[in-house]
């Protein structure tokens, strides 16, 4: 896995040569093809995870712990990964999680998450690539070191949502029409977490605050319709935002004059067939700089947050003794929360990613300490 060096310089020396022009698609190509590669070269090495299981690092503290339970609509939609080393790079993990829905849900999530850990990495190096030749990005000019590093992955995240978004439209053996994914991504790049959602999936920070108790932070935002600023892009462009009437509170975006899609999210991949009416697949990026008081990240799919709070995971997750059982134990709880708070509703797909950023808890706090 050295080749990785000489596919950056190689890509450099290739955008050189074509500075000023636009980068050929063979070129595209080649670029995906040597990520991928080393997405194979991950797996084979377990450095990749996508299943339930857990992962410990041997080059950090980096800890991860992986459950997806199936609900009771059928075959299970959810798709985790944890790609450590990600990019041949001992400072960074990967880790991904996505919620498909409609009739191809979770073959349309499986693709996009095998697709997002690749395209990121191959526009990432792009951007470092032209950057290294001199060639400014989108950027505000006198930008720190540290947020200059994070223009190069937002720019990398818009541009792989949007290029996964545009080959699933066009691919002739995956119908995207009334079916679709979530996608929520965290980069964690040695101190630093960039995060990347579109839907309703949740990351949840837990951090310790000044008065020593251990407090959930939500990094992400649910994009839901009902939400003023996603409800009016979508009437703007003329499609509906409505309940049922039998779903007081769950809104849903439709086709103008059809009762279709019903779609519960604002921002998915797939679901062309709204896509010109307001759905988009931009996601929110986002970044923190980690600190000594962050302790674990929580990535979870709307199964879990349907049922349980940002308290209660974070609560959850620091209780469990056993790291490597902290994702069962909360999608566990999710599972029998679902049965006691919703009752005859037949029950979600339940996913959860919980990445640990120290070998223990800072000092030995209790969440919630101060309220008890």
């Known amino acids: 896995m050295m080749f990785f060096p000489s596919f950056l310089d190689g890509l450099a020396r290739t955008v050189s040569m074509k500075k000023g022009k636009n980068t050929s698609s063979t070129e595209d190509d080649i670029g995906r093809e040597v990520a991928e590669t080393l997405a194979k070269d991950a797996k ?10 857990t992962f410990k690092s041997n080059k950090s503290n980096n800890f991860a712990s992986i459950c997806s339970k199936r609900g009771q609509k059928g075959i299970n939609q959810d798709c985790t990964i944890v790609w450590e080393e990600f990019g041949c790079q001992e400072d960074m993990i990967f880790c991904g999680i996505f919620d498909g829905h409609g009739p191809w849900g979770h073959i349309i999530a499986k693709r996009v998450k095998q697709s997002v ?75 630093h977490l960039v995060i990347a959602n579109v839907g309703d999936s949740r990351a949840v920070l837990a951090t310790i605050s000044d008065d020593g ?54 921002r998915a991949i797939g679901d062309h067939c709204v896509k010109e009416f307001g759905l988009i697949s931009v996601p929110d990026v986002t970044q923190r700089n980690i600190t000594n008081k962050d302790q674990f990240v929580i990535l979870a799919t709307d199964g879990v947050w349907d049922v349980i709070s940002n308290e209660e995971a974070v609560e959850i997750v620091c ?14 709880c999710a599972m029998r929360a679902w049965r006691s708070k919703k009752r005859g509703i037949a029950m979600d797909d339940i996913s959860a990613i919980c990445l640990f950023f120290h070998p223990k808890l800072f000092q030995e706090v209790n969440p919630f300490k101060a309220s008890k």
């Open 44 to 53: 084979k090495n377990d450095l990749m995870l996508s299943s339930s299981a």
């Open 117 to 191: 850990p690749p395209s990121l990495l191959c526009n990432w190096q792009k951007a470092l690539a032209l950057t290294s030749l001199g060639q400014e990005l989108n950027t505000e000019p006198n930008r720190s070191t540290r947020n200059h590093q994070f223009d190069i992955w937002k720019q990398s995240c818009l541009e792989t949502y949007a290029d996964i978004d545009e080959e699933l439209k066009h691919h002739p053996g995956i119908d995207s029409f009334h079916s679709g994914t979530t996608a929520l991504t965290i980069i964690k790049q040695g101190e």
């Open 213 to 266: 108790i251990l407090i959930p932070f939500q990094l992400t935002i649910d994009f839901k319709p009902n939400i003023p600023e996603e409800a009016e892009r979508i009437r703007q462009s003329q499609g509906g935002v409505s309940c049922l009437r039998d779903e007081p509170g769950v809104y849903r975006v439709w086709m103008p004059k059809r009762d279709a899609p019903g779609l519960a999210v604002s």
């Open 319 to 332: 209780s469990t003794d056993d790291r490597e059982k902290s994702a069962k134990r909360l999608v566990q």
